[in-house]
């Protein structure tokens, strides 16, 4: 799901960017781009080396100053967030997605696996719950469900969980890791 955001994202970039070029041959007085335009530029010139995190936070940030209520900008940002270590922001930026679309999948997952790493675990229990209401099916919530309650020392919902996830999607990423949790917990 990330890569798709992100795959994304480069689309409505590299869409901004060929504009962008069209309208430089046309009018080649830098100042009458947009502020869009020129974004637009410097994101198609990096394309093939990513802005450093931060960088790409201000980005991001300027971004969402033009449209607020963007769910996939508030996810990247978030997800950057995270990286750099601001779990603060991450979780305000996954909550205001959350705002704008509660059923959003991807936000619901991500809030849980931030609030797990923040420590709290209820609302992480919470959050992943509440993605499983919405999508009984998802492997990823059903993992993450099990290993918040193999890190808490109640092996048997783990287990429960973990089972599921093997149930219904084996070779995905999460199932395989749920199989592989299954197996240790087996020893």
Known sequence: MKRG???GIIAVLSSLAI?????QS??????????????ARHMWET????????????????SL???????????????????????????ENLRKALQVDSKNREARLELGRVLFEA???DGAIRETEQLLKLDPSSTDGLYNLGAIYGNIGQKDRAREYWTKAVAIAPDSES???ARNALD????
Do not use: F, W
């Open 184 to 187: 240790q917990l087996g020893r």
């Open 5 to 7: 955001v992100l795959i």
């Open 65 to 91: 100053k033009r449209n607020p209520e963007h769910v996939p900008i508030l996810l990247r940002m978030a997800q950057v967030s995270r990286e750099l270590g601001n779990r603060e922001e991450a979780l």
């Open 19 to 23: 504009t962008t070029l069209i309208y």
């Open 47 to 62: 394309l093939d080396t990513p802005p450093a995190p931060e960088r790409e936070l201000e980005d991001l940030r300027n």
């Open 119 to 121: 420590g709290d675990v």
């Open 175 to 177: 199932g395989q890791r």
């Open 26 to 39: 046309r009018n080649t007085d830098a100042d009458a781009l947009s502020d869009d335009a020129a974004t």
